[in-house]
């Protein structure tokens, strides 16, 4: 059998094949992880920034509360 007959030729190919089809199906497994990671800090950002616009608001009441108090001891 020569070193490029036909049938070599093709196990050549589908060894290729298989190599490139195991690299396909880690980078998959890489991007899943890496996907699920970014979900999981995308969840933990929105609970923040929530946390955060409610201290906001309760600063702006704070604030909007003491503006009123100064206003009445300016006017007594």
């Not at 070599?8 to 060894?15: G, N």
């Not at 490139?20 to 999981?40: C, H, P, Q, T, W």
């Not at 929530?50 to 009441?61: D, G, V, Y």
């Amino acid at each position: 059998m020569s070193e490029n007959s036909p049938q070599r030729i093709l196990q050549q190919e589908l060894e290729r094949l298989e190599a490139r089809i195991d690299e396909l199906v880690e980078e998959i497994a890489r991007l899943k992880e890496e996907n699920d990671s970014l979900r999981a800090q995308q969840g933990n950002l929105a609970t923040e920034r929530a946390s955060l616009l409610q201290k906001n608001e309760q600063a702006r009441h704070r604030v909007e509360a003491m503006i009123s108090r100064l206003k009445s001891l300016e006017q007594a």
